[in-house]
């Protein structure tokens, strides 16, 4: 129900948008956010924001780089990311949940994407 799209491959220090459309429901009812997993590794957090879009929170090894942005009218979820490192290397994922916390917390989230591959590498 969750498409994400925009991944790629890009040499370090460039940017990528991600973007991630809902094909069932209405994605500004809820508060939604994005998590990646790399190879071999947990996954793990990276942004979440509220219903309205005054409300973002991310990882501290992405604040400053990472944007997260929603347009409800466009029912589409955005990430950018810029100054990208090869440790921002994984398959990333858009998440919705009726809670913030849910959405951060990544745990009893009802709303999975089926991920986009990002490749940092010189």
């Known amino acids: 129900q969750l498409v994400e799209s925009g991944g790629g491959s890009v040499q370090p220090g460039g940017s990528l948008r991600l973007s991630c459309t809902a094909s069932?429901?209405?994605?500004?009812?809820?508060?939604i956010g994005w998590f990646r997993q790399a190879p071999g590794k947990e996954r793990e957090f990276v942004a979440a924001i509220n219903f309205s879009g005054g409300t973002t929170t991310y990882r501290d090894s992405v604040k400053g780089r990472f944007t997260i942005s929603r347009d409800n009218a466009k029912n589409t979820l955005y990430l950018q990311m810029d100054s990208l490192k090869p440790e921002d290397t994984a398959v990333y994922y858009c998440?919705?949940?009726?809670?913030?916390?849910?959405?951060?917390?990544?745990?009893?989230?009802?709303?999975w994407g089926q991920g986009t591959q990002v490749t940092v590498s010189s």
């Open positions: 998440t919705a949940a009726t809670l913030i916390s849910t959405v951060v917390a990544g745990t009893n989230v009802p709303y």
């Open positions: 069932e429901f209405t994605l500004e009812k809820y508060p």
